[in-house]
């Protein structure tokens, strides 16, 4: 292959020499402008007005009939500013979607929103006040999160994130509303749901109470108490000491130890370990009942001295009732509290007695059900809001937190505080409030996680709700793996789902109650559906607007009250796949429903906290409904934290903003720091860590351009070269960029990019900076433009532009727009994300692994010609490269190596001579050349001024302007 069109033989000035030269040339900028370009590339993305409805759409149309991979968005809230954990979490979504596309997948994202539940009725009270009526919460909780929306979805889209933004979903839509109700039927039917009083976490500042899912633990300041409760019969505690009588004199007393001094005042029974030994310590202050291994610890607690007179089995103290601490002080607190036998009870601290409040602990609820203590009878002072009932005494209005003082002093003018101090201990809180919480009992609906029965079963599941979770996560893959043991844990360790809540802005609970026995309406199951049907047409406010008799008519109206319940919101977003994937967007485009069969999702995808969040609740949901998980595989990732690891906080001043990035650095920065950082950790950013990524981009946007630039003129339809034709370095680059490429997919397929940036880098700058792009920069320049040697390069090189496009389009989803518009500009589609994976030429099917290590063996052998040069370069004695000469001497089989190569052996080492010798081992002789140095090649040859005619040119740039253009092989 030669060029037509030499140049006429005709001396130019030395300056014009540049002028025959291949000079590179791209429109592809060197600086990416980010900042004020995005946004234009955003606006056309998101032109649905276009024929062709957009991006989104064109992804769509180019995918029809391919297999699907659906990535299911968990619903970030409609509430506030996003942070940067908010950009995390979508633009790693927005790089597997694709990458996955790239792939050949239907890659479908519907990104959506969680809009029902306390943070926006905050939101609401904070700016209207807390004395709104129900209709007045749910239509401005409705406005308010809309507006959020679109303020949200503005910023989503400025990171560079596609999906259909025209049609996400939202929790609050009415479709959305009415499939939930759809879902808790069928939860029902399948005997998961009953109602119950019980113990569950409560928050005071929601007022309302709380799922596992919304519990956090944090340091909190308790004050400490042993409290004796008196013997009520001190004949019954002797003799269950095996002794006649107590000492004379003395009365007796067990001694408790808690740290909820508030739960005192309700204290209706006390537990034994029936394994435990208990001791009968006589002291000053009286006899007490102790656990034998804790005597010691509580006598130096409690200031006393004293001697075991007895010992006994916890199972002997069983039946035994002692008097309330406050009986003499008050006639409400005139009650016996019997010892209950329970194995939860230890001596491993405290005093191996245990109090119970059966309101206000589950093991203590359990207890005393469990021994006969009607529901009826529990004791429950504490109001929603945290205050003892009015009437309740000595303590009555007090909220618990400010009675704790007021308690112990009570107990201490009755004789029976032993002791108390201030302790520091890890405590459940509220995850919205960051407050303590407690637990509490109230009359709520529940999922049951193991066997019972619910309510209205129509086909009972065949397993457990906890089995039937824990047989789904052996079926799930795992993205990092440990997050399977982490979700296991939870699963098995978890109480019963409390579904209720007790607020105004979410999905109803549409149950009505008879006034007297509190039973359900016998026509609940076609309520349901006929609540929904409500629902889909007029959304949650139509429900509430709904009368009794309108839907129970006049006859039964009087006899039943309409819940004002609604279901938590993590029943809400743990739905979606039913009341989404298979509802409101089940037909989302012409090529059909998501999956029909198995999960509905193959990837799910949030923080870490999760496990215990929306990934638990879908778990649950999902099994509940159809005995399996909705999703293939979970992935987790860490948070943004700044420099130091520190979660970043506006006390500490160390926020990043992702729209102070975006519009300071480009979301493409933002994009390269999410990709390029290991996610199963904690992902650190701050501006100098972000001024690293800004250097790792210039590195990557710089070998792109060398790449465009040096194939402007390059036509792969007449011009590219049969790899079998290619020169033996070309094809290698092939071979190496086909390896590269096959190690990246496998990274894609593992949902891993830190590995692929990291990789890229050092693709850029190794393989290609360093090594293929330096060797060949002589040939692409001066050999005539035509020419065989250069079009074997630029083929080279157009193969491997491709490829890096599509790898870094995931992540550099700008840039490769950018690119591909310049280098494919006769592309008919317009978008890189309609195209596939890069095929390479014969390379990609079969690695040619000689060709590997050979050319692996020249590249760290050149390294030490290099090495060498740089030696004598640093001692002045050449200047460039160019300017020495090398004699390597080998050993046999690299001597025979380097020989391979031939005459371009000089191009391989840069240098304008090299040769080769036998020897034991590798050496590098370099000397500076004699020869003169050529005015365009810059190559110092003896064969300079050959022509008279054109005296600063050597031989080769003669015949490559003017003659038949030197002949390359190797190099």
Known sequence: MTDSTAPTSKTPAPSAY??????????????????????????????????DGGLYKRLRDARHGAPLFVLHDGPPYANGKLHIGHALNKVLKDMIVKSKQLGGFDAQYIPGWDCHGLPIENAIEKLFGRNLSRDEMQAKSRAYATEQIGQQREDFKRLGVLGDWERPYRTMDPANEAGEIRAFKRVIERGFVYRGLKPVYWCFDCASSLAEFEIEYADKKSDTLDVAFETNDAGALAAAFGLPSLPAGKTGFAVIWTTTAW??????????????????????????????????????????????????????????????????????????????????????????????????????????????????????????????????????????????????????????????KTITHSYPHCWRHKTPVIYRAAAQWFVRMDEGEGVFTKDKAGKTLRQLALDAIDHTQFYPENGKARLRDMIANRPDWCISRQRSWGVPIPFFLHVDSGELHPRTMDILDQAANIVEKGGIEAWSRVTTEEILGAEDAPLYTKSTDILEVWFDSGSTFQHVLRGSHAHAYANGDFHSEGPEADLYLEGHDQHRGWFHSSLLLGCALYDRAPYRGLLTHGFATDGQGRKMSKSLGNTVEPQSVTSKLGAEIVRLWVASTDYSGDLNIDDKILARVVDAYRRIRNTLRFLMANTSDFDPATQAVPFEQMLEVDRYALARAAELQADILKHFTAYEFHPVVAKLQVYCSEDLGAFYLDVLKDRLYTTAAGSLARRSAQTALWHITNAMLRWMAPFLSFTAEEAWAIFAAKNTTGTLFTEHYWTFPEVSAVPDEALLAKWTRVRAIRDVVNKEIEAVRTAGQVGASLQATVLITAGLDDAALLRSLGEDLKFVTITSAAAVADGAELAVAVTPSSATKCERCWHYRDDVGINPEHPGLCGRCESNLYGAGETRLIA
């Open 18 to 51: 540049r002028d025959t030269l291949n000079m590179p040339d791209t429109p592809f900028a060197m600086r990416g402008d980010l900042p004020k370009r995005e946004p234009a590339w955003i606006k056309d993305w998101n032109d649905t007005s276009r024929a």
């Open 263 to 420: 739960t005192i005042p309700a204290n209706q029974a006390l537990n034994a370990n029936p394994e435990l030994s208990y001791a009968l310590v006589d002291t000053p202050k009286g006899c007490l009942v102790l656990a034998e291994d804790l005597v010691e610890s509580c006598l130096q607690r409690f200031g006393l001295e004293g001697t075991v007179i007895a010992t006994a089995p916890g199972k002997q103290l069983g039946g035994l009732e002692f008097r309330h601490p406050l009986y003499d002080v008050d006639a409400g607190y005139r009650r016996l509290s019997p010892v209950y036998l329970a194995d939860y009870v230890s001596a491993t601290d405290g005093t191996g007695l245990v109090h119970s409040s059966p309101a206000y602990g589950l093991d203590d609820f359990n207890s005393c059900v469990a021994h006969g203590l009607p529901l009826k009878d529990i004791l429950n002072p504490v109001t929603g809001n945290g205050t003892y009932a009015a009437d309740f005494p000595l303590f009555g209005g007090l909220h618990i937190w400010k009675a704790v003082p007021v308690i112990l002093e009570a107990l201490q003018n009755a004789g029976r505080l032993m002791a108390t």
